[in-house]
């Protein structure tokens, strides 16, 4: 069965710098790698995700993700965070031939001014 | 890409009683999931519902407390039935896009058990 860890709850940056919120994954077959997003009292939010192809994925905001299959990780980031990319972030992992996603306990990031 | 609307959108229970909270696309989908979150918290898979046969549920989650009904390809219902506090979070629909590449979500529905 796929899994995926998120291993940083909590992640605190200040505006302008890079951000980076980590994702490793495991499948026992090629995966297919989403981040969502969810902002206070708001559904999930697609941002971008990895299917085939190049290993940086670029996605809604500004966000990207490097695809990096030797060390099992899908990292999320951004060049220049911004106060309202605060949010809480979740990494999801779909094995090839499996019907459903699995979610990541998600990392709070928080983007201070 | 998929909308998704579910109503209620939040609701106010008493332990003892049931909850059905519907589930409606705007396009047909072949494959519809129900997730519960706790606020803050990630996503745990409920159940898988199929159209036209009875859901599939994840280890922990039983069709007694959770019925599920998928009477077309654009409707499902999840009824939370019993309830108890421990039963307070938000309920999520879910659905695999027509590439099968993308997974969306509705609203949620936050539901309170007192």
């Known amino acids: 069965a796929q899994s995926v860890a998120q291993p940083e709850d909590q992640v605190n940056v200040a505006e302008g710098n890079p951000l980076t919120v980590k994702c490793t994954y495991s499948v026992s077959g090629n995966p297919y790698l989403f981040w969502y997003v969810q902002y206070p009292n708001r559904g999930l939010q697609f941002l971008l995700k990895?299917?085939?192809?190049?290993?940086l994925v670029k996605g809604s905001y500004g966000f990207e993700a490097e695809f990096n299959k030797s060390q099992t990780s899908f990292h999320l980031k951004k060049p220049s965070a911004l106060v309202s990319d605060s949010a809480l972030y979740f990494c999801?992992?779909?094995?090839?031939?499996?019907?459903?996603?699995?979610f990541g306990a998600g990392t709070r990031l928080t983007v201070k001014p | 890409s998929a909308v998704i609307s579910q109503k209620p959108s939040r609701d106010i229970c008493q332990r003892g009683t049931s909850l059905t909270i519907q589930c409606q696309v705007d396009?047909?989908?072949?494959?519809m999931f129900w997730y519960r979150q706790q606020p803050g918290q990630s996503l745990t898979l409920i159940a898988t519902a199929n159209q036209g046969s009875e859901a599939t549920y994840e280890s922990g989650f039983v069709i007694d407390k959770f019925p599920i009904s998928r009477p077309n390809l654009t409707f499902s219902t999840l009824t939370v039935s019993n309830m108890s506090p421990e039963d307070s979070s938000i309920y999520l629909c879910s659905v695999v896009g027509a590439t099968y590449n993308e997974q969306f979500f509705g609203p949620g529905t936050r539901l309170t058990v007192l």
């Open positions: 999801a992992v779909r094995d090839v031939g499996n019907n459903d996603m699995r």
């Open positions: 396009s047909q989908v072949t494959m």
């Open positions: 990895y299917i085939t192809g190049d290993n």
